[in-house]
């Protein structure tokens, strides 16, 4: 029976006095890869964020056995690791120097090579397009847990501003993660990636729609009620 990495139950977000999402649910097996999907404004990115303690939330939360709300930074980073859509950073670092700051510059170097990044290693990221910041900042949290076994990735947006390989490498990246232990939550507008993944979460105005398997959870009667196509 397959561990699962990450649970929340009745899952609910307030920011700036207004309930943002509201009693959600879902769960992350190890080997899964679960998209979240919606239409904008749907939550997706404050579930991931909830997910990952980065933000209060109430209901029930565990994260590799763990509540990410009480545990300790050095404790999370060792469980879970998080990539916003737009990542930012405050200096012009070297990209190589991204896998000193995780402390793990061998796996970064790997991770590097995998999304197709191995040749820019002495670059500043300001010399990088938007699509080649993003993979770097995605090699980055793949990295950051040096064992996948056991660990949890939430990845808001991965494909956002790639071309259509590192698209492909990325999916690629996120399934070898998958296989080697690990559990990852998407929240992505591709449906296309969506039906890949082994579980779709659907959201709407904060609220759960829908849940299962692809097929089951992306069928077109709910795709026209979701997203009105």
Same mark, same amino acid.
């Given at each position: 029976m397959s561990e699962t990495l990450v649970e929340a139950v009745s899952l !609910?977000?307030?920011? =700036? +006095? @207004? @309930?943002v999402v509201d009693g959600v649910s879902l769960k992350a097996d190890a080997g899964q890869v679960v998209a979240v999907v919606g239409p904008n404004g749907a939550g997706k990115t404050t579930v991931l964020r909830a997910l990952a303690g980065l933000i209060g939330s109430t209901g029930e939360l565990r994260v590799a =056995?763990?509540?990410p709300r009480r545990a300790s930074a050095q404790a999370n980073a060792r469980r879970r690791a998080y990539c916003a859509q737009k990542p930012a950073c405050a200096w012009d670092y070297r990209v190589r120097d991204l896998g000193e700051i995780v402390r793990a510059p061998e796996t970064f170097t790997e991770w590097l090579a995998r999304l197709g990044l191995d040749e820019l290693g002495e670059r500043r990221l300001s010399e990088l /397009? +938007? +699509?080649? %910041?993003k993979a770097a900042h995605l090699a980055m *949290?793949? *990295? /950051?847990?040096a064992e996948p076994f056991g660990t949890l990735l939430l990845l808001d947006e991965p494909a956002a501003s790639l071309d259509v390989g590192r698209q492909m490498l990325t999916a690629s990246a996120i399934r @070898?993660? *998958? %296989? !080697? +232990? =690990?559990?990852t939550v998407v929240a992505t507008h591709d449906l296309s990636f969506a039906r890949s993944c082994d579980i779709v979460v659907i959201l709407a105005e904060g609220r759960l729609v829908g849940v299962g398997a692809p097929s089951s959870a992306l069928t077109p009667e709910i795709i026209a009620a979701t997203w009105g196509a």
């Open positions: !609910a977000v307030e920011l =700036g +006095g @207004r @309930r =056995g763990e509540d /397009s +938007g +699509g080649e %910041q *949290a793949f *990295a /950051s847990l @070898r993660f *998958a %296989q !080697a +232990g =690990g559990a």
